[in-house]
């Protein structure tokens, strides 16, 4: 088969979440346990970092591989869901995965499939482990896809487990209150593997520290050891694209002035995480000098190809692309939105049929105009439905249909002094044109 038709036969034989939802997830490890045994256990083959929690583990699976990466080290990353192309999903050292290498990939194991029928992601994790031990990377960030505890990828053993945070998402699969969800995210904690938790939140910290404890698993509070501040960014300060922090470490300066090129004040959050966790990775003999540091953290995008974390698309007006899409995110990216200077906003935003809606819309500003699309995906929900609840929650605007013809729509309707935004889901954000970033 040529790639384009293995993707198709992919698609086609293997349930995927991204595009139907929850009738495509498989619980329990069994599926990727019997992929593991029949393909010489690739993931016992290389070394890893697990990133698991509700926001910001992609972007800091991200900024840990661009710190490898920039100490010299072969590193794989596996994150999901992809933006555009599936090849996203599996990066070595920023590459993102050979086409040829998927097409005899599945060749290969597509009887296998028929056997163990996984589903689509429990394939993607076999992809990318065999991918990552065929490749012999000297190590790989592991992003959770959804959960931890009966995730596909709880099957390696890493040198540490990154934990960002805990809100509410997927409550229908991982349960209804925070300790809940707490203890699906904790169940990537192994016996003896160092863990770093990066967010101290009372309502589940109890659930950490009883499960680091019952698996002897040092465990870390990344934001009890680093702090970090944005600080507004001097004449000839960092380059375009990049925000300053001030770190500290254990209450001192720590690296002072350091470039993040992933803006969103939110990342503030994630950096005690990435930071906490990368001296798991020294105490392990890993050499990550602060200039490999202070590399991977400056040119991250262009060491990963992340995108989709407050990307700016256009000026004048301001376009702004962003993938949060719970409650939590949504609070933080709005409250982002409104200190950015402007005069109008104009909001483009689209959901997934499985989320509730209802408490997501009251985080959305009052004082905007709304664009509401769909995705072209068949988990999106309609637009004309998004556009009715949103009005009855007071966010009242039109519904536009594809999510092209709602973005032309508000840069037409956007002067020079307004702000767009397009968000709402990572679907939605999938289909914009990043071509202007």
């Not at 990775?281 to 890993?286: C, I, M, T």
């Amino acid at each position: 088969m040529t790639y384009e038709e293995t993707l198709a036969w992919l698609y086609a034989q293997l349930p995927m979440y991204q595009r139907v939802g929850a009738a495509a997830f498989k619980k329990g490890l069994g599926n990727t346990e019997a992929l593991m045994v029949a393909m010489g256990h690739p993931e016992r083959r290389f070394r890893s970092i697990h990133v698991a929690g509700t926001n910001g583990k992609g972007s800091s699976a991200h900024l840990l591989a661009a710190v490898l990466q920039s100490a010299g080290y072969r590193v794989g990353l596996y994150t999901s869901p992809h933006l555009r192309a599936f090849t996203e999903r599996v990066r070595l050292n920023g590459q993102e995965l050979a086409p040829a290498y998927l097409v005899a990939w599945v060749e290969k194991w597509r009887g296998l499939f028929a056997d163990v029928q996984p589903s689509f992601f429990e394939m993607c994790v076999a992809l990318a482990f065999s991918y990552f031990a065929d490749e012999a990377v000297d190590i790989a960030v592991v992003e959770v896809g959804l959960g931890g505890r009966l995730d596909s990828t709880n099957v390696i053993t890493p040198l540490v487990s990154l934990i960002t945070n805990i809100s509410y998402d997927h409550q229908a699969m991982l349960g209804d209150t925070l300790p809940e969800i707490a203890g699906e995210k904790a169940g990537i904690i192994k016996p003896g593997v160092p863990v770093v938790v990066g967010q101290t939140q009372p309502e589940v910290a109890a659930v950490f520290a009883a499960k680091a404890a019952a698996e002897a698993a040092p465990l870390t509070w990344a934001d009890q050891v680093y702090r970090a501040r944005p600080v507004p960014a001097a004449a000839g300060g960092p380059p375009t694209g990049a925000q300053l922090f001030a770190l500290d470490r254990a209450g001192a300066p720590y690296l002072s002035g350091v470039a993040l090129g992933l803006l969103g004040d939110y990342q503030a959050l994630n950096l005690p995480g990435v930071l906490a966790a990368l001296d798991a990775l020294r105490a392990q003999g890993f050499a990550l000098p602060e200039a490999a540091v202070r590399r991977g953290l400056r040119e991250v995008g262009a060491l990963t190809g992340l995108r989709g974390r407050w990307s700016i698309l256009g000026h004048r007006p301001l376009v702004v692309a962003d993938t949060a899409h719970n409650e939590a995110g949504l609070r933080l990216v709005v409250q982002q939105l409104l200190r950015v200077p402007h005069q109008r906003l104009h909001l483009v935003i689209g959901t997934v049929n499985d989320k509730d809606v209802t408490k997501i819309l009251p985080l959305l500003p009052v004082e905007a105009t709304y664009y509401f699309c769909q995705a072209d995906i068949p988990r999106a929900l309609p637009a004309d439905e998004l556009a009715a609840l949103a009005a009855a929650a007071g966010r009242p605007g039109r519904a536009y249909g594809p999510v092209a013809a709602a973005v032309a729509a508000a840069r037409a309707a956007a002067a020079p002094e307004d702000v767009v935004f397009i968000g709402g889901s990572t679907f939605v954000v999938a289909e914009v044109d990043f071509n202007e970033e």
